[in-house]
Structure formats: structure tokens, C-alpha cells
């Protein structure tokens, strides 16, 4: 039998995503980075030929669905400063404004989420999906306590792990309001009175 050796590989691309072996998402940030831009270049382009209205729709479907893809896992690197820059480019282009002006204002008007808003909403909706995977801090201490609403936090002392998908959707979560987290309650009671009728 010829012996197989399996070699070592410095990044990864899977289902979309370009994984590397310092898990850094600086590869995948570096490839969705041009087409982005291309998204930035086509807006303008056609800007002075269609409505504003026409362009969020060219928005979310050539810029923002390549930004939101695998968000809650790579939306926790520093990297993504680099798409957030040209997230209000966009923006900018959209509304016609200086490149020099504040996009705060810009996102309200729009009714479009910011990247770290969008990164934070992305880790909510994970956690709803798979709210049975995690562990209730109401499950291990079985006294009433102010934070028996908030999922179990591990202990994690590595830095990659902190700033995960599981532990950054549990820390999002903790620190949200009683009544908000209370709307997730209510979400899964629906849910699973649609799946007993």
C-alpha cells in the first residue's frame, strides 16, 4: 500500500466562507473585500439613471447580501472595519452626499442597520434558532436570581474562543433588556404551538 500524507493548508474556503488556520477571517474579509467594492462602483454607475428607491433594492442584492453572508462568524474581527467603510460609501452613494459626511443620520433615513448592528442582530438570530443548545442559568441554580433569564456563560480564557458565535451570542444576549428577552420566550411558545397544530 502507497502511503497518503496529508498536507497542511494555510486557509480554507467552505460552503462561501474562507476559513484559515489562525481562524483571523483576514482571507475571507480580503476576498469579499473587491466584490463589494464592485457592488460600491455599480451603484454609481447607474445612480444618475434610477430612483433611490431602485438603489436600496441594488443594495441589498449585490452589496448587502455578499456582506451578511456567515456575519456571525467572522463579524467579530477587526477586519471588518475595512466592509464598514465601504458599507457607508454605499450609503453615501445612495443618498448623494460627500464623502466626508456622517453616515449616522444616513442609516436612520434608510432604515438600514449598520455592520456592528447587523453583526449584533445576526448573533440574536442564531441564538433564537438554536435557543435548545444552550443552557439556561435557570437550569443550574434552582433559586430565583436576577440574571435566571440570561443563558449560562462557560468560563472561556482564549481569546478566539470569546469571540465566537456561541459565546458572543450568549454575551448579546445577557445584556439585553428583561422585556426583549421576554419576546424570545414568546417567540419560541409560537413556534412550537405552529409545529403542534
Known amino acids: 500500500m502507497k502511503k497518503k500524507y496529508i498536507t497542511t493548508a494555510n486557509e480554507i474556503k ?39 428607491d431602485t438603489l436600496k433594492i441594488i443594495y441589498y442584492l449585490y452589496f448587502h447580501s455578499i456582506m ?25 452613494v445612495m443618498m448623494g452626499c460627500k464623502s466626508n459626511q456622517s453616515c449616522r443620520e444616513l442609516f436612520t433615513k434608510l432604515r438600514i442597520l449598520p455592520l456592528p448592528s447587523q453583526y449584533i442582530l445576526s448573533l440574536l438570530m442564531f441564538l433564537n434558532k438554536s435557543k435548545d443548545q444552550f443552557t439556561a442559568n435557570s437550569q443550574i ?25 456561541g459565546y458572543m451570542g450568549v454575551k448579546v444576549f445577557n445584556r439585553l433588556p428583561i422585556n ?14 405552529k409545529e403542534l397544530s
Not at 15 to 40: E, F, Q, R, V
Not at 74 to 80: A, D, I, L, Q, V
Open 14 to 52: 467552505f460552503l462561501g466562507l474562507i476559513i484559515d488556520n489562525k481562524l483571523s477571517w483576514k482571507g475571507h474579509i480580503d476576498y469579499i473585500t473587491p466584490k463589494l467594492n464592485s457592488a460600491c462602483y455599480c451603484m454609481r454607475a447607474v445612480k444618475s439613471i434610477v430612483s433611490q
Open 68 to 92: 451578511a453572508y456567515g456575519l456571525p462568524f467572522w463579524g467579530s474581527t477587526t477586519e471588518r472595519i475595512k466592509d464598514f467603510k465601504l458599507q457607508k460609501e454605499a450609503i453615501r
Open 141 to 165: 441554580y434552582h433559586y430565583a436570581t436576577r440574571q435566571q433569564s440570561n443563558f449560562h456563560q462557560p468560563i472561556a480564557n482564549r481569546a478566539k474562543y470569546q469571540k465566537g458565535i
Open 180 to 193: 426583549i428577552k421576554k419576546e424570545f420566550d414568546n417567540l419560541k411558545k409560537f413556534r412550537q404551538f
